[in-house]
């Protein structure tokens, strides 16, 4: 067994019962003209750790893990968006409006894709998200459950919302799950900073934190 060098203590990594999931790394939050700039953020600091992310990637699949993509987005018609969603706070563009990526977070539009540095590979499974936690109205748990994995290495957009809630649903199924802190990402440094606190508070109390080098250190 491998163990990564985490916090708040060591990880056993279990290789084959592990997945690495990358949330969210889309062109609609990591491009000008998306849905992360239409609420004013700065995609530049997300775009910063597109180049350890996809260190992470190359190093997951040459260990043979399994890996799991996936795009927060609606239907065109956008039945699976709730008005709540759609309606709340003033963005530049809301949810469904036209963009200069197409549709802002409407599957099968421009912006909804994955941006090309970590474009998914044949065999790799997407996961097209309505919410924020990815096991929300997907069929995550099943295709984990059909493929034996207990583990999650868990990297992408944004650290606060979709990473942390997708760690927190998976914690509360049973997955153990390490989150790897310089390939994860926010807009707002102070809520990444304290995000990587508390998932790893009280003993694991989400889970872990690790870097991607220590990541990669137990594969090798
Ligand atoms: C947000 C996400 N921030 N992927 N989505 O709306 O974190």
Redesign the pocket.
């Known amino acids: 067994m491998a163990v990564i060098q985490a916090e708040p203590f060591p990880f056993p990594l279990d290789v084959a019962h592990a997945a690495l999931i990358v949330?969210?790394m889309?062109r609609d939050?990591i491009e000008p003209g998306g849905?992360?700039a239409s609420?004013g953020n700065d995609v530049t600091l997300l775009q910063a750790i597109v180049p350890t992310a996809r260190r992470l990637l190359e190093g997951c699949r040459a260990a043979g893990m399994t890996v799991i993509h996936t795009r927060?987005c609606h239907r065109p018609d956008l039945s699976d968006c709730p008005p709540a969603k759609r309606e709340r706070g003033a963005p530049a563009l809301r949810i469904g409006d036209p963009g200069p990526m197409g549709r802002v977070l409407i599957a099968g539009e421009p912006g909804a894709e994955i941006i090309s540095e970590l474009a998914p590979r044949p065999g790799e499974t997407v996961i097209d998200k309505p919410g924020?936690g990815a096991f929300y109205a997907t069929e995550l748990g099943a295709i984990l459950a059909a493929k034996g994995v207990r583990q999650l290495i868990v990297a992408?957009?944004?650290t606060?919302?979709?990473?942390q809630?997708t760690m927190r649903e998976a914690n509360d199924r049973g997955y153990d799950c390490v989150l790897a802190v310089d390939a994860t990402e926010s807009?707002f440094p102070a809520f990444k900073a304290a995000t990587l606190a508390m998932i790893a508070a009280q003993g694991a109390i989400v889970g872990w934190t690790a870097s991607t080098d220590a990541i990669l250190e137990a594969l090798r």
């Open positions: 949330i969210d889309q939050f849905f992360g609420l927060e924020k992408g957009v944004t606060e919302v979709c990473v809630t807009y």
